[in-house]
């Protein structure tokens, strides 16, 4: 009786491995288009306003073929949001109150902050709308939103605790000074989305930050 070849079965499992890796690679990169088209469309019209069916049409799919990858819309959100973290969104800010910021001014975070969402107008248009859309109790997003501005504040008052302690004008806490610095970040978003030839965020933000270092200088 002939025996097997072990260098062939070797060479058919390695085989068998690679078709495996190469399905899988592309089940990922196709999985990943999906979330950029539901990511922009989101942009365009809302969750609400987003159907299925428009993710598929865009992304090449039959509406059954995009539930192969996710299983109804709301889970398309979560994975859409989960996107927008890796994409780096809170890279500059800290996400404990606990951190030190490695900047020789912390609050040079915040300015790179700015600086790093002024390129990219897409992702910023799609947290707008959908932070927009999340304010409604039974949003599937609220949850994500309440929790990002709440790693920001943590952030942005850690760097205020850092660069500027007991040296803040007019009294106000480093707690109240994080969500007045969020609210002007997030306004200054919305204004250059809507006028992005006349509004230059990253240049305003950072003469922002140099007022309330000249104003705590004083206090």
């Not at 865009?58 to 299983?71: D, N, S, V």
């Not at 250059?192 to 003469?207: G, N, V």
Request: proline share 5%; hydrophobic share 40%.
């Amino acid at each position: 009786m002939t025996q097997p070849d072990p260098s062939r079965a070797d060479q058919a499992e390695a085989e068998r491995r690679r078709v495996d890796q190469r399905r899988v690679g592309r089940s990922r990169n196709r999985r990943d288009e999906i979330l950029r088209v539901a990511f922009d469309l989101f942009a365009e019209r809302g969750y609400r306003g987003t159907s299925l069916a428009a993710v598929a049409d865009r992304a090449g799919l039959t509406q059954q073929g995009l539930l192969h990858y996710f299983p109804n819309k709301e889970a398309l959100l979560v994975e859409v949001l989960q996107l927008s973290d890796e994409l780096d969104i809170r890279r500059p800010l800290a996400k404990s109150t606990n951190a030190v910021p490695s900047y020789a001014r912390p609050l040079d975070q915040l300015a790179e902050l700015v600086a790093y969402n002024s390129t990219r107008p897409s992702v910023i248009r799609s947290l707008t709308v959908l932070a927009t859309e999340s304010l409604t109790d039974d949003h599937p997003a609220r949850s994500f939103f309440v929790e990002r501005y709440a790693d920001l504040r943590r952030g942005a008052e850690a760097a205020l605790r850092t660069e500027l302690p007991g040296r803040l004008p007019g009294g106000v806490t480093a707690e109240q000074a994080s969500v007045l610095l969020i609210a002007v970040i997030e306004g200054l978003q919305l204004q250059w989305l809507l006028r992005p030839d006349e509004i230059d965020m990253a240049r305003l933000f950072t003469a922002f930050l140099q007022l309330i270092r000249e104003m705590g200088e004083t206090e």
